[in-house]
């Protein structure tokens, strides 16, 4: 269920202790692992179609898949668009992603309060992570906040390693990565009541579970500890929604081929966004998960904050 990269053979002397990289023919027959069942109450979980115990189904885009296919399903996709994700990144936003993760950060405001330890989960490219990082230190003068960054897919994870190469965080204890699933992380090594701040961007939609995932991320939390999500969501202009669908399922999937040779995998990116819970919903299942979130309405007070229109939405939520 769970490799840390100290686990996979290094292609850098072992004093690196905390920053260990991933090796290019590493295997992934340990991410072929069952995700835990949800309750009921999941949304993204489908009914027994087959009238057999154990049939859950849940989406992968579009498509209803049995629960234990998605995460191979998503595993795929992931390696396909491991090496351009920046360039997927761009294509789904318009390269505004960029600034909507600079905001998503500068919100947290990490080092504010003095050092803290964060987890950022589906965070395999550091991009987050590297944020937050440089954040502490411009801002606060802090090089003592620490970043653990957890993905399911060593390809993603090795693209963050190469990223973070080129940095001063590089061979410090100030970032670390590690392979584990968001929906069952291992109490070993993410212990309960362990993080001040967890991160999740542009990754819960991928997961079976949301709950599960919410779940775990109230479980690695110290008490007072933040839970942040920055997720592509639901656009409520009805003319901008329409002129956003028209991009997404005509121009997306065709950078797609041109820019990566995979229109498959950007379509069904494309499709998860729309599959996600709206920003109402997806507010409520943070605060069943047992975090105290704002009012369940948008802005000033409220449980989330939409960015462009909807397009993207940040939730918060803090375990008391």
């Known amino acids: 269920m769970h490799r840390s990269l100290s686990q996979l053979r290094p292609l850098v002397p072992k004093s690196s202790a905390r920053l260990s990289p991933l090796v290019a023919g590493v295997r992934h027959n ?3 692992t069952q995700p835990t069942t949800s309750s009921s109450s999941n949304p993204s979980a489908g009914q027994n179609l087959s009238g057999e115990q154990g049939s859950r189904t849940t989406h992968f885009g579009f498509k209803t898949v049995p629960e234990e296919q998605k995460e191979s399903l998503v595993r795929n996709v992931f390696e396909s668009v491991a090496s351009s994700y920046d360039v ?4 789904m936003s318009l390269g505004v992603h960029r600034l909507w993760k600079d905001d998503f ?3 947290l405001k990490p080092g504010a ?3 803290q330890r964060c987890i950022d989960v589906a965070g395999g490219t550091g991009d987050i992570a590297l944020r937050i990082l440089d ?3 411009e801002k606060y003068a802090d090089r003592e906040t620490s970043v653990d960054v957890v993905d399911i897919n060593a390809e993603m994870l090795k693209e963050g390693y190469k990223r973070f190469k080129k940095t001063m965080y590089h061979n410090t204890p100030q970032v670390a990565f590690k392979q584990a699933n968001a929906q069952c992380m291992p ?3 993410f212990p309960s009541n362990t993080y001040d701040l967890y991160t999740i961007a542009f990754g819960i939609r991928n997961c079976t579970s949301i709950p599960d995932v919410l779940k775990e991320a109230y479980r690695v939390l110290k008490p007072g500890g933040t839970f942040a999500c920055l997720e592509f969501s639901r656009v409520n202009n009805p003319l901008l929604s329409t002129l956003y669908d028209q991009y997404s399922f005509s121009i997306i999937p065709l950078l797609g081929t041109i820019l990566a040779g995979d229109r498959e995998s950007y379509q069904y990116l494309v499709e998860s966004i729309r599959r ?3 920003q109402p919903e997806f507010a409520k299942m943070i605060a069943d998960a047992g975090f105290t979130t704002g009012a369940m309405h948008e802005g000033k007070g409220g449980a989330w904050t939409d960015l ?3 397009i993207a939405s940040i939730h918060t939520g803090v375990k008391i």
């Open 113 to 115: 309060r003095g050092p």
């Open 276 to 278: 996600f819970p709206p």
């Open 30 to 32: 340990h991410q072929n």
């Open 187 to 189: 109490e070993a090594e």
């Open 135 to 137: 954040f502490a230190r």
């Open 88 to 91: 997927m990144n761009d294509a």
């Open 105 to 107: 950060v500068a919100r």
């Open 308 to 310: 462009w229109g909807g």
